[in-house]
């Protein structure tokens, strides 16, 4: 398509090629509707993440079509999640999961989900493209493609775009909360010792809670090693956060003997999460925000990508229930607020109470281990993560 003065016509546009945004284009196959899916990155392309993809995405993934989720149980470029350890001052814990889970990077499932996209759907789909200078009337939304050469009009506009959202811009300023922050680096080491292919690790350390560090298997002998930590307490305590992972690596006891011979992979990257702990508004005229652009992350555990790919399903549902209305208001897109405090927000904001607990009277921690002796209450606690 040439440079022209004639505005593609679209009934939904979705910025954002993510896990978010390609589960609202998967979700919207059957609608009869004509779908744009806009990415600024040539596919496929790494996203900075702890790579483990929860029971949630699956759970997703397969209500939108069970042929979904099979292509995924049978992709070969992750591990199933059968159990996460979890270490605390020389203590351990296990925990078995009975829902399914997998450790895949995002460079591999980014683009599972947009070849799904691709083969499932009519969705016209955009990448290598940036978009800018958004304008709302009464009946579309018109934008543009940073080359010039594009221009669009939509009658429903989705963020997917990430935490530095260009379409939330449209709803509320992007000022950050750190206290509903997070900042976390991550890094690929080869040759990790003891690594069980179906087994995570979480690592506690009494300094630095309620934040851990991350063990993460993938094929080719290779983890993702991160460790993140709410931004208000890394601002408040002056921490380093690449000098105390480092530190972690080679201090804790299971940790330098498992990456004694360990090699890195790469570079050590940072990225932030916004934690959905302090739940806005989400949508507004015409416009409805998922994933990190509607800051969905789980403040207790780091999840982001199953809270945006359910994120993603409820804005198709809300879309459908727009287009059919005929109603692009507000008022209308309220529903889909409601529909993610209901289904996501009350319990990022349990986990966020959790979280704060944690970080007040860190002793809990050692005491919820104690606790974890007793099955039946082991059982409970595990259903809180």
Known sequence: ????????????????????????ALALKDAGLKVLLIDKARFPRDKVCGDAIPGRAIKVLKSISSEFGAAFANFPHHYKTLQTKIFLNGQELCFTWVQEAYTCTRLEFDNFLINLVKQHSETTILTETEIEEIEQDASFISFKANNKCHSFRTKLLVGADGAHSIVAKQIKPNIIDRKHYGASIRAYYKNVADMNANTTEIYYNKEFLPSYLWVFPFPGNIANVGFGMVSSELVKRKINLKKTFLHLLKNTPELSTKF??????????????????????????????????????????????????????????QIIKCINENDFTDRCLKQYDKMVLDEIGKELNKHYRMQKILTQKPILLSLIFWLCKFEPIKRKIQQLL
């Open 260 to 317: 004694k011979d360990a090699g890195l992979r790469g570079n050590i990257d940072g990225f932030g999460l916004p934690f959905g702990s302090n739940f806005s508004k989400i949508s507004g005229n015409r416009i409805l925000l998922t994933g990190d652009a509607a800051a969905l992350i789980d403040p207790m555990n780091g999840d982001g990508i199953g809270n945006a790919m359910l994120s993603g399903k409820l804005a198709a549902l």
């Open 1 to 24: 398509m040439g440079c022209n003065d004639i505005p593609e016509f679209y009934d939904v546009a979705i910025i954002g090629a993510g896990p978010a945004g390609c589960a609202c």
